[in-house]
């Protein structure tokens, strides 16, 4: 999740796409959560 905060508008639009996915996957799963952790 680092990349969330990254100087590179590219890396960072990237990032937030893959966590779009991320809780779209979730959602048709049935999950009532999407757990991301944050790493450096």
Excluded: H, W
């Amino acid at each position: 999740m680092g990349r969330l905060v990254s100087s590179d508008e590219k890396t960072r639009k990237d990032t937030i796409n893959f966590v779009e996915q991320m809780c779209g996957l979730s959602a048709k799963l049935g999950c009532p959560s999407t757990y991301l952790r944050p790493v450096a």
